[in-house]
Nanobody, 123 residues
Framework: QVQLVESGGGLVQAGGSLRLSCAAS??????LGWFRQAPGKEREFVAG????????SVADSVKGRFTIFRDRAKNTVYLQMNSLDPEDTAVYLCAATRTYRLLPRVESQIDYWGQGTSVTVSS
């Protein structure tokens, strides 16, 4: 069982920045990343990173604004979110899958989920 603990959510004005963190309780090879779920909408992929941290993928909706990176020594993945827009308001969930490849973009292929951290962007 892998525990994922997120932090860093909150309220920010449009155009502002936030950094989310997710600490994983394992040193095993897991791809990590983030999904989000806005009220009344389906959960969607945001960004993912592979075990070694040299491959990343981000959704088109956040490309150029969000950056994902990881610190393997701390078993932590980060999501740096810049130029936030009210459309980014959602609960952000950390995700993990046991693979050396990139985190899958499909919910059904995720092995573990965090509890989620709320991000609210005011206009």
């Amino acid at each position: 069982q892998v525990q994922l603990v997120e932090s860093g959510g909150g309220l920010v004005q449009a155009g502002g920045s936030l950094r989310l963190s997710c600490a994983a309780s394992t040193h095993s090879p897991y791809a990590l990343g983030w999904f989000r779920q806005a009220p009344g909408k389906e959960r969607e992929f945001v960004a993912g990173i592979n075990w070694t941290g040299d491959l990343t993928s981000v959704a088109d909706s956040v490309k150029g604004r969000f950056t994902i990176f990881r610190d393997r020594a701390k078993n932590t993945v980060y999501l740096q979110m810049n130029s936030l827009d009210p459309e980014d308001t959602a609960v952000y969930l950390c995700a993990a899958t046991r693979t050396y490849r990139l985190l899958p973009r499909v919910e059904s292929q995720i092995d573990y989920w965090g509890q989620g951290t709320s991000v609210t962007v005011s206009s």
